[in-house]
């Protein structure tokens, strides 16, 4: 029953780091503000695929279109922070290449109906990749902007951790579902978990550049 | 066969999920230390680079007062010992010629100009009643001619060993640095220097009643006489604060802590 209702209801904590990254929007540099594009298209998936849920309609095609979404917010963020430290070539390829090959997944590859394992495992590879490139740029950096280090500090170590705990899922997301309920619902929740630690840290990194 | 397959697959993606976690945690604890240690690092470097230009300066400053005391010596000693030598020489002489025993007084009143200038010379590059009496008397001496021309208010409430001989050679440096700008570029008529010990500090209070300046762009092109100044300033571990703008005097107070045993 609580991990029914954790299930359920967790995800909605997004709307604190949502809540309070719009309502610092105008003080944030462009790399926060990408955070907050990130948040705003969280929430809204969030909801719709709740109500989606709630009506008992496959809200998979949201996920697809989210995936491609959040992929370019956070590479956006990840471009503002990485910049100077990776080839641009890197980032020209990650914008171009892989967004092309989430489309040819979700029409040709995968059903649009069911999860996208391969875009969102795709998706998790490289936000890991970026991820540690910036602790690699964070030891052998001095660092340029000293107001976004902690924040940024925060937010780099959420998805991290997040993707990090979720690419086993998302690559075997479509494998297993339907098959054991109980398993199921505490694979799912252990996302719900690490989902709800992402918004949490991601809370912390914000709250961090506002007492900044 | 299904069934077992599936919880196997379930296991395994639970298993991935919280060892991948336990790994970016790990990772994450670990750039985070070594980052921490690195800015330690990097600051302990910062710091003893300040300590070396500190050490720098202060061997600097020594070594400059260590040449003027040996100039003044020097001029003092041998060329007031040739004037002496000189003027007993002269003494000597004997003439019943009035042109020649002229020209034996104008000799020596030439010598004796000549002492006096030595004198004059060798006190002006250390005064040897700084060393002899102290940091007070030296000032008194140093601000009495001044009298004449200002209203000079000076108070020294200090007691005689309160700082050390480096200490009152800098300060003393100082007072006549700004003295010396007061009547260069203040056009003032008034000087006020009050010495003070005030908690654990002694606090040097110096003003004019001249035209001012503005800091801000002073600044900017700082001078010689400044930069010794704040030279000596960072050499004693004290700190000054100058109060200044155009048409409303000059204010500075200089604050230098005590030597540890007075505190």
Not at chain 1, 8 to 26: A, H, Q
Request: charged share 15%; glycine share 4%.
């Amino acid at each position: 029953m609580l991990q029914q209702l954790f299930f359920e209801y967790g995800p909605f904590v997004i709307f604190i780091p949502f809540l309070l990254s719009v309502w610092n929007y105008k003080l944030y540099p462009g790399t926060l503000k990408s955070i907050t594009y990130y948040m705003t298209a969280s929430v809204f998936t969030q909801v719709l695929s709740y109500i989606l849920w709630k009506q008992s309609k496959n809200n998979y095609p949201l996920l697809h279109i989210y995936t491609l979404v959040e992929y370019l917010v956070l590479l956006r963020f990840y471009y503002s922070i990485l910049h100077s430290f990776l080839p641009k070539a890197v980032f020209v390829l990650l914008a171009t290449m892989v967004p092309v090959f989430f489309v040819i997944d979700s029409f040709f590859l995968e059903s649009i109906y069911l999860y996208n394992s391969y875009s969102r495992s795709i998706e998790a590879l490289i936000f890991i990749f970026l991820a540690m490139s910036w602790y690699v740029k964070l030891v052998s950096e001095d660092p340029k902007e000293p107001a976004l280090l902690v924040p940024v500090k925060f937010i780099n170590s959420a998805l991290f951790i997040y993707f990090s705990g979720s690419i086993t899922l998302f690559s075997f997301a479509n494998s297993i579902s339907g098959r054991i309920a109980a398993f199921n619902l505490s694979i799912w929740t252990l996302h719900t978990l690490l989902a709800v630690s992402l918004y949490v840290l991601i809370t912390l990194g914000l709250w961090k550049y506002r007492k900044h | 066969m299904e069934i077992s397959k599936t919880l196997t697959l379930s296991f395994g993606v639970i298993t991935g999920m919280i060892a991948f976690v336990i790994i970016a945690v790990g990772a994450i604890i670990i750039a985070i230390r070594y980052q921490k240690r690195l800015l330690q690092k990097q600051a302990e470097l910062h710091k003893n680079d300040l300590q070396h230009k500190e050490e720098l300066l202060i061997s600097n400053i020594q070594s400059v007062e260590e040449e003027r005391r040996r100039i003044a010596k020097d001029i003092h000693d041998e060329l007031g010992a040739i004037f002496s030598t000189l003027f007993i020489t002269i003494n000597q002489l004997k003439t019943t010629d009035p042109q020649n025993a002229g020209i034996i007084n104008t000799g020596k009143e030439l010598i004796n100009t000549g002492i006096k200038s030595v004198r004059r010379i060798a006190h002006s590059i250390i005064p040897d009643e700084l060393e002899l009496f102290g940091l007070n008397i030296a000032l008194e001496n140093y601000l009495h001619p001044l009298k004449t021309s200002f209203t000079i208010n000076y108070n020294n409430t200090l007691e005689k060993g309160s700082l050390s001989s480096n200490e009152e050679i800098a300060l003393y440096r100082i007072i006549q640095e700004l003295v010396s700008n007061t009547l260069k570029h203040a056009v003032a008529s008034a000087i006020s220097i009050l010495l003070d010990k005030i908690n654990e500090e002694v606090v040097v209070n110096y003003n004019d009643n001249g035209n001012g300046y503005d800091h801000g762009s002073a600044l900017k092109k700082e001078g010689l006489g400044s930069k010794n100044i704040e030279s000596r300033i960072i050499a004693m571990n004290a700190a000054m604060n100058i109060i200044t703008s155009p048409g409303n005097g000059f204010s500075c107070v200089i604050r230098i802590p005590l030597p540890k045993k007075l505190k």
